[in-house]
């Protein structure tokens, strides 16, 4: 059952079935190491989302002020 799960993770992930590993440890730690990358580039993908939708939102809230400014002096 434990092999079953690190080729299907390996799988998922693309590393290929040669990273099997001989011992129990071996093989969580191949799991733990697959799953783990695979959620920290989810995590790291989500934040350059944010950053980069909170840079134009900024943008455009900067734009609206400077408009707000100008017909507030007329």
Do not use: C, H
């Amino acid at each position: 059952m434990l092999d079953a799960l690190v080729m299907v993770s390996n799988a998922f992930t693309s590393n290929g079935y040669v990273v099997l590993g001989q011992s129990i440890p071996g093989k969580i730690d191949s799991v733990l190491l697959v799953w783990s990358g695979y959620v920290l580039s989810g995590v790291s993908t989500a934040t350059l989302t944010a950053a980069i939708i909170l840079k134009n939102v900024n943008k455009r809230l900067d734009k609206f002020e400077d408009k707000l400014d100008e017909i507030s002096k007329k």
